[in-house]
């Protein structure tokens, strides 16, 4: 059982056989989520993995089908911190997933410098939007926009959490991919593999998927790029497995 609020619903995970609490009103993961927990690499029999800007939960429990190390998520929302605690607690992973309410500014602080063999972000994409922005809905316009974190304390927290070797996996909009290779790059993660994401055939990425490496050398590859939905407006197979798993 669980308790769920006034505006709450239980989701189903498909593809991994788990439960995910949404709001409407708060918080609802995007495809984002999914192809950021399906493209980073992680460590599948043993390892340490932090989630910034974990938001619900969500990629914590994504990666937990992929993965037996443990993942700690830092979400500085209360309400959404609260509802990725109790969807851990549904799904019985609390051994394994845990989540920290705070700044990710201070997870390094809190959490230990260079102790994390993975680290992933999902982090706002936007300027900081207006005040009629934020009082419409305040946890979306956090959850969306640059109002308590830059990109640029997002990388930086990323370098300081992961440790020599380790990698930093980040979903961002394709119009920022110099700021955050620039970024990165201040930070001493060298990027190695960005895959773009299309809406459709013959439209423009709006989509970025970069991974780095914690001080390693130069040598970028370019992936296969990923489109969503094919000329029917269905998603195409790549992302029903996504979503839906293989069958």
């Known amino acids: 059982m669980v308790n769920l609020r ?39 029999q043993k390892g340490k993995i932090v989630d910034l800007c974990s938001g619900n939960g969500v990629i914590p429990l994504f990666l937990s089908a992929r993965t037996k190390g443990t993942i700690t998520g ?27 309410h705070g700044d990710l ?26 005040n009629e922005e934020i009082n419409v809905n305040e946890h979306l316009a956090i959850a969306r926009h640059e ?20 990698k930093v996996a980040f979903v961002h909009r394709p119009g920022r991919l110099i700021d955050i290779i620039e970024i990165m790059r201040k930070y001493r993660l060298e990027p190695k593999r960005i ?9 423009e990425a709006n989509t970025l998927l970069v991974e780095a490496i914690k001080d390693g050398s130069p040598d970028l590859k370019i992936l296969e790029p990923l489109t969503v939905y094919d000329e029917n407006n269905e998603y195409t197979p790549v992302i029903k497995e996504m979503l839906y798993g293989s069958k």
Not at 114 to 123: A, G
Not at 149 to 155: N, Q, R, S, W
């Open 6 to 44: 006034e505006d709450e619903r239980l989701d189903y995970l498909l593809a991994e056989d788990l439960r995910i609490i949404q709001s409407p009103n708060v918080f609802s993961f995007s495809l984002d989520a999914v192809l950021l927990a399906r493209f980073v690499w992680v460590p599948i």
């Open 105 to 130: 500014k201070d997870a390094p602080k809190e959490l230990g410098y260079e102790k994390y063999d993975v680290v992933t972000c999902n982090p706002p994409y936007f300027p900081t939007p207006s």
């Open 74 to 100: 830092v979400e500085i929302q209360e309400r959404l911190y609260d509802m990725a605690v109790r969807s851990i607690e549904y799904n019985d992973l609390e051994e394994r997933l845990h989540m920290i």
């Open 147 to 166: 109002i308590l974190c830059t990109l640029e304390d997002a990388i930086k927290s990323s370098s300081q959490l992961v440790k020599q070797g380790g």
């Open 195 to 203: 895959q773009f994401v299309y809406p459709k055939a013959g439209k």
